[in-house]
Every structure is written in structure tokens, then in C-alpha cells.
């Protein structure tokens, strides 16, 4: 049992109970109110993934964080609360970053109440992620691979430097060994696909290498042209809906399935987004999330105080921590930023918040989503 999932009598994290979706927080309050705080403790990683969304932030040294106080004074104002997440690099790249930090955070979310995800390669040694199991309630890892070949050529393609097969091998014994110890000690672990131009053929026996992990869910998100990825090949609409088609007939319909950031919307003109996404809504145990940033999350950059939308700062900064409080530069954002209107939709008949800031640009530049309505297929 993960320990996380029985913390202060919450709900387990389930299908039916996704406290990351910022629709559950619109229906709640009648409009979005900020409920979820990432903070990327990290810029280092040991990995130069060609996909990376913060790759062109990551270092080879730091500068100081600013104090932990300051920041669990912020997450303290912060009057509806629901998840924190803890980002970098790779969180875990510095033991004292694992002991100073995070795992002070993960104890304040445990003993306010709150969920709490970390986003982690899990190639490092498994004492740094033991320290975490009392508290944390979803270890979050990219896998897609269906061997040490594709692990190779994907995680260090932007490394600047020749990494040997036999180094890189190392990392993903350490990787798949982490990920089943820990989910046999109990950890809620969630491994990401990205559908892209390797992946997409290949998603039903990157599915069944995570379930051999024991991982608890497969989230699968489409990769779209930023940072690192913005020079990779770009998967057509018709071979994304495919891909999906082709893992949800080969899925194990017992293990959570959850979809993220898709471009199909049940106000589509196209008869076969709107297929797509009843099928989605139809299949057992998979689930929609709808995307947190900008809507029911903002990130912060534990160097600087700085707080963006997203963890990859494609818009700049619009608040810091210093003299500001959180729920403040979240209203801002809100009321005041051109941008956030573009994606401030929401239809109740398709539980759907609309495109988030990356899919509308790439695919609906010119499309006015509150003028839309859900359609029958």
C-alpha cells in the first residue's frame, strides 16, 4: 500500500479521483482557483533527453535557492491547496537537494493534507528515492523505450559529449530495478509515453514494459515542438490518432490509462477527433486530464523566486515569491494576461477546459473555442 494514498483519510488516487485535473477545482468553485504548486528545485540532470521540455535550462552548477522558509511560507497563503509537484533536471541529482529539500517539502504536503508528485528519471541509487516513500503519493517517470537501444539514443541525444551504450545500460538496469523496488515497497509510480515520431508504432510494448515495472499508471502525451523537441519531426493528426486507437486495443483495460494534452476535442468538426474522444470517454479505467498550468497551476523556480505557468518558462515570468503571494500572481495571471484568456474555456457537457497554451498554437491559432459547442458523433 503507498503509504501517501492512506495520508490524513484522503481518497485513494484513482480514475475516478485525480486531484491534478483542474476541472475538479472550476466545478468546485465556479472558476479556476490555484490548487497546485510546482517548484523546480533543479536545473542538473545526468540525462540530455532529445524531448526534454527544460533542456535548454539545464546546468552543469547552480546558484543558491532561495529559502525553503520563504517558500512554505507562500505554499502556507496558499488558501485552496490541493498538489504540489517537485520538477527539475532531475530532482534527485544531489543527495543534499533530496535531504535539505524535497523531502522537507514532501513532509509539509503530507502534514497539511495535500498530494504530492515528483518527476524523476530513477537512473540514480536507490536510497535517495527510499527516503522519499513515507511521504510522497506519485513518483512520475518518463519511459519510452521498448529496450537499452532506443534508452540510448533518446536520452542522450542532446549531450553534447559521446556516451557509451555500456554507460547508458547501467542507467537503464537502474531504472527499471527502481522502479520495480519501489513499486514492490509501495510506491504509486506513473510512467509517461510521449507519442511521437519513435514512439508511435511502438506504444503497446512500451505499455507492457511498464506494467512489468508494476507501475500503478500509464499517462500518454502527445510531444509538441518546444525546447529541445522543437526541431524533431512532428507526428501528423491522423497517425496520433492511430497510435492512440492501436494502444487502447492492446492496453491491459485493469491498469489506469491516462491521457494528457491531446488535440482532439468533442467540438471538433472532424468526425474523427470526436470518435477518438468518445472512445476515450467509453474505455474503461482511461481517463482525460485536463492540463493544470496556466489553469489550476503555476510553477516556481526555487533559484530565482520567479513564477511561470509552466515549468518550461515558454512565457516569462509574471510574479516572484519574494514579495508576492502566490494566489496574488495567480489572479493576475488570470485577470490580466492576454494570454490567459485564449485558453480560459470550459464545457461541462465534454468535461473538457479546452486546448492548453501549446496545442492551441500549434493547431488552433485561429479558432475560438468559446464559440464551439460539443457535438454528437
Not at 16 to 42: A, C, F, K, Q
Not at 90 to 95: C, D, K, N
Not at 215 to 225: D, I, L, T
Not at 263 to 283: M, T
Amino acid at each position: 500500500m503507498n503509504l501517501g494514498s492512506i495520508s490524513q483519510g484522503l481518497p485513494v488516487i484513482s480514475p475516478e479521483n485525480d486531484p491534478w485535473d483542474p476541472i475538479r477545482s472550476l466545478r468546485e468553485y465556479g472558476r479556476h482557483r490555484l490548487t497546485s504548486v510546482e517548484m523546480t528545485v533543479t536545473n542538473l540532470c545526468n540525462m540530455r533527453c532529445e524531448h526534454c521540455a527544460v533542456g535548454d535550462s539545464l546546468v552543469l552548477r547552480e546558484p543558491e535557492q532561495i529559502p525553503l522558509d520563504l517558500m512554505l511560507k507562500r505554499l502556507d497563503e496558499v488558501e485552496h491547496l490541493q498538489t504540489i509537484s517537485i520538477t527539475g533536471g532531475e530532482p534527485s541529482f544531489r543527495l543534499k537537494t533530496v535531504e535539505e529539500k524535497i523531502v522537507p517539502l514532501l513532509k509539509y504536503a503530507k502534514e497539511r493534507g495535500i498530494r504530492s508528485q515528483i518527476n524523476s528519471n530513477l537512473t540514480l541509487d536507490y536510497g535517495r528515492y527510499e527516503k522519499l516513500l513515507p511521504y510522497l503519493d506519485v513518483m512520475h517517470i518518463s519511459f519510452n523505450y521498448t529496450n537499452v537501444h532506443d534508452f540510448h539514443e533518446v536520452c542522450f541525444a542532446r549531450s553534447g559529449h559521446p556516451v557509451s551504450l555500456e554507460a547508458a545500460a547501467k542507467m537503464y538496469d537502474a531504472m527499471i530495478d527502481n522502479a520495480c523496488r519501489l513499486s514492490q515497497d509501495g510506491m504509486f509510480i506513473s510512467a509517461e509515453s510521449m507519442i511521437n515520431y519513435r514512439t508511435h508504432e511502438k506504444l503497446p510494448e512500451i505499455h507492457r514494459l511498464i506494467l512489468d515495472m508494476g507501475c500503478k499508471r500509464h499517462e500518454v502525451h502527445p510531444m509538441y515542438a518546444a525546447d529541445f523537441a522543437e526541431g524533431l519531426p512532428v507526428l501528423s493528426l491522423d497517425d496520433m490518432r492511430t497510435a492512440i486507437h492501436h494502444l487502447l486495443d492492446h492496453r491491459d483495460p485493469e491498469v489506469w490509462m491516462l491521457f494528457g494534452t491531446l488535440p482532439f476535442f468533442a467540438c471538433s468538426s472532424n468526425r474523427e477527433d470526436r470518435e477518438i474522444v468518445a472512445r476515450l470517454r467509453s474505455e474503461q479505467k482511461v481517463t482525460v486530464r485536463n492540463d493544470p498550468d496556466g489553469r489550476n497551476r503555476v510553477n516556481v523556480n526555487m533559484f530565482t523566486g520567479d513564477v511561470f505557468v509552466t515549468d518550461f518558462a515558454a512565457i516569462p515570468s509574471f510574479g516572484n515569491i519574494a514579495g508576492q503571494k502566490l494566489d496574488e500572481i495567480f489572479e493576475r495571471w488570470l485577470s490580466e494576461h492576454p494570454l490567459s484568456g485564449t485558453v480560459n474555456c470550459f464545457c461541462d457537457a465534454a468535461n473538457c477546459c479546452g486546448p492548453n497554451l501549446l496545442v492551441a498554437d500549434m493547431y488552433y491559432k485561429d479558432t475560438d473555442f468559446k464559440s464551439r459547442k460539443a457535438m454528437t458523433i
